[in-house]
């Protein structure tokens, strides 16, 4: 029998698959690279080449091995962690989540009270059906999508580029120590 692709089809079991048969299945073929800038298997130090093509001999330590290499990148990224840099990102970070959080849970805790400890002004009528509990509620969807269009847009314009330029300081230093171990 055949498939509408022009393909054979057997009992239906899977024996009869092949991988000339799965090859246009969706899944990538090994020599595919990612044109993708935020793909990072080179900056993880796996599948670098040694200099002949050949990828380079260290392998890298298991979990619970302290390798030397391992030492000095914890104390990459500690170092990073002290720096002023990333100080200033996270407190913007804080400065914006904090006070959006507070003012949110604020707006719904009033929500919740005041539904549960007033009913009567909820269930006013503000024109026709609507009565101002329905407002309240949809008031909840809309300030939620107006937080999370704030919170996206003060990332972009205030965190996002130091976030990322402290990512790449990160991993040239990371490689710095990497290169030193080997």
């Known amino acids: 029998m055949q498939s509408s692709n022009g393909r054979d089809r057997g009992a239906g079991d899977g024996s009869e698959r092949s991988a000339e048969n799965q090859q246009d299945h969706g899944a990538p073929s090994r020599d595919v690279t990612y044109e993708d800038p935020w793909y990072d298997a080179l900056a993880s130090g796996w599948g670098e080449v040694d200099g002949t093509g050949a990828p380079a001999p260290t392998v890298p330590p298991a979990r619970g091995e302290r390798g030397g290499g391992a030492v000095r990148a914890r104390d990459v990224y500690m170092e990073v962690q002290r720096s002023p840099a990333f100080q200033e ?94």
């Open 89 to 182: 990102v996270r407190a913007t970070y804080r400065r914006f989540v904090v006070p959006g959080v507070a003012a949110f849970l604020v707006w719904y805790m009033g929500y919740l009270v005041t539904a549960t400890a007033a009913p009567g002004l909820m269930a006013r009528s503000v024109t026709g059906a609507v009565n101002v509990g329905m407002l309240a509620g949809l008031g909840q969807f809309l300030t939620t999508f107006l937080l999370t269009w704030a919170y996206a847009r003060h990332a972009r314009l205030r965190r996002d580029r130091a976030a990322l330029e402290l990512r790449w300081d990160t991993q040239e230093l990371a490689r710095g120590v990497r290169g030193d171990a080997s």
